[in-house]
C-alpha cells in the first residue's frame, strides 16, 4: 500500500468532498478549498497520480480513482466519527469539534475508530447530519432537499447542513436551531427569495436565501 501523510489525505479529502458538490473538479477550485496556490496544488496531484489516487490530465477535470475514492472515504469515516465522539461523548458543541477531528482523522488505526464507531452505537451520520461511511466504505445517502425549495405553508424537518463552518454554526445556535427541529415556511419574499418561518414556538424570523441554501430537510 503507497505511504499516505496528512497532507495527501488533505488533497483526498477536499477532492472527494468537491466531487460530491461540482460537476468537474478543476485545479483552481481544488487550490480555492485548500487555501493553496495553483502550482502547489499542481504538484501534490503530480504525486497522487503516482500513487494511482487521481485522474488528471492538463486542462482537465480532477477525479478519484477507484483506490483513491477508496482512500478519501477512510479519510472521511474518521473524521466524522471523531466529530461525533466529540460532540456525544466528550461534550463538545457541534461548532467546535472540525479543528479537533482534523488532526484526530490521521490516526492511521482501524481498530480505533472501530471501536469508536461500536461505543457510539454505529451511527449514521455526523453532528452536523452528514452521512459517516460504514467500515466497509458503504455511504448512506438520503435525497435532502433545501429548505429554500420548500413552498409557502409546507412543513419540514431539519435534517442535515451543507456548510459546517464554524460561523454557520454558531449562527444556527444563536437561533436555537438544531438538528431534527420542525420548521414552517410562513412567507417567501419575491424580491430575495428570503424566507420568514417559525420554529420551536418562537416569534417567525427571517432567513436570507443563502442560510435556506444551507439547511437541508425532509417534508413532513
Same mark, same amino acid.
Given at each position: 500500500?503507497?505511504?499516505?501523510?496528512?497532507?495527501? /489525505?488533505?488533497? %483526498?479529502?477536499?477532492? @472527494?468532498? %468537491? $466531487?460530491?458538490? *461540482? =460537476?468537474?473538479? &478543476?485545479? +483552481?477550485?481544488?487550490?480555492?478549498?485548500? !487555501?493553496?496556490?495553483?502550482? &502547489?496544488?499542481?504538484?501534490?496531484?503530480?504525486?497522487?497520480?503516482? %500513487?494511482?489516487?487521481?485522474?488528471?490530465?492538463?486542462?482537465?477535470?480532477? $477525479? *478519484? &480513482?477507484?483506490?483513491?475514492?477508496?482512500?478519501a472515504v477512510k479519510i472521511v469515516r474518521r473524521h466524522r466519527l471523531a466529530e461525533m465522539f466529540l460532540v456525544e461523548k466528550m461534550?463538545?458543541?457541534?461548532? /467546535?469539534?472540525?479543528?479537533?477531528?482534523?488532526?484526530?482523522?490521521?490516526?492511521?488505526?482501524?481498530?480505533?475508530?472501530? !471501536?469508536?464507531? #461500536?461505543?457510539?452505537?454505529?451511527? #449514521?451520520?455526523?453532528?452536523?447530519?452528514?452521512?459517516?461511511?460504514?467500515?466497509?466504505?458503504?455511504?448512506?445517502?438520503?435525497?435532502?432537499?433545501?429548505?429554500?425549495?420548500?413552498?409557502?405553508?409546507?412543513?419540514?424537518?431539519?435534517?442535515?447542513?451543507?456548510?459546517?463552518?464554524?460561523?454557520? %454554526?454558531?449562527?444556527?445556535?444563536? !437561533?436555537? *436551531?438544531?438538528?431534527? &427541529? =420542525?420548521?414552517?415556511?410562513?412567507?417567501?419574499?419575491?424580491?430575495?427569495? +428570503?424566507?420568514?418561518?417559525? @420554529?420551536n414556538s418562537l416569534a417567525p424570523t427571517t432567513f436570507s436565501r443563502d442560510i435556506c441554501d444551507r439547511l437541508l430537510v425532509l417534508p413532513l
Amino acid at each position: 500500500m503507497p505511504m499516505s501523510s496528512p497532507a495527501k /489525505e488533505n488533497y %483526498l479529502k477536499a477532492i @472527494y468532498a %468537491l $466531487s460530491n458538490e *461540482l =460537476e468537474n473538479v &478543476t485545479l +483552481s477550485k481544488l487550490s480555492e478549498r485548500l !487555501r493553496v496556490s495553483n502550482p &502547489t496544488a499542481n504538484s501534490m496531484i503530480k504525486s497522487l497520480k503516482e %500513487l494511482n489516487w487521481v485522474n488528471y490530465e492538463k486542462y482537465r477535470p480532477i $477525479s *478519484l &480513482t477507484d483506490e483513491g475514492k477508496k482512500q478519501a472515504v477512510k479519510i472521511v469515516r474518521r473524521h466524522r466519527l471523531a466529530e461525533m465522539f466529540l460532540v456525544e461523548k466528550m461534550g463538545f458543541n457541534w461548532s /467546535e469539534v472540525h479543528d479537533i477531528a482534523e488532526e484526530m482523522e490521521h490516526i492511521k488505526s482501524s481498530l480505533f475508530f472501530d !471501536r469508536m464507531d #461500536e461505543i457510539l452505537g454505529f451511527p #449514521e451520520r455526523d453532528p452536523h447530519g452528514s452521512p459517516i461511511p460504514d467500515k466497509q466504505g458503504k455511504v448512506l445517502h438520503h435525497n435532502f432537499s433545501k429548505l429554500s425549495e420548500a413552498s409557502v405553508g409546507s412543513k419540514v424537518r431539519l435534517m442535515a447542513l451543507g456548510s459546517s463552518s464554524r460561523d454557520f %454554526l454558531k449562527f444556527l445556535d444563536n !437561533r436555537n *436551531l438544531e438538528l431534527g &427541529t =420542525e420548521i414552517k415556511v410562513k412567507s417567501i419574499e419575491a424580491f430575495d427569495q +428570503s424566507m420568514e418561518v417559525s @420554529y420551536n414556538s418562537l416569534a417567525p424570523t427571517t432567513f436570507s436565501r443563502d442560510i435556506c441554501d444551507r439547511l437541508l430537510v425532509l417534508p413532513l
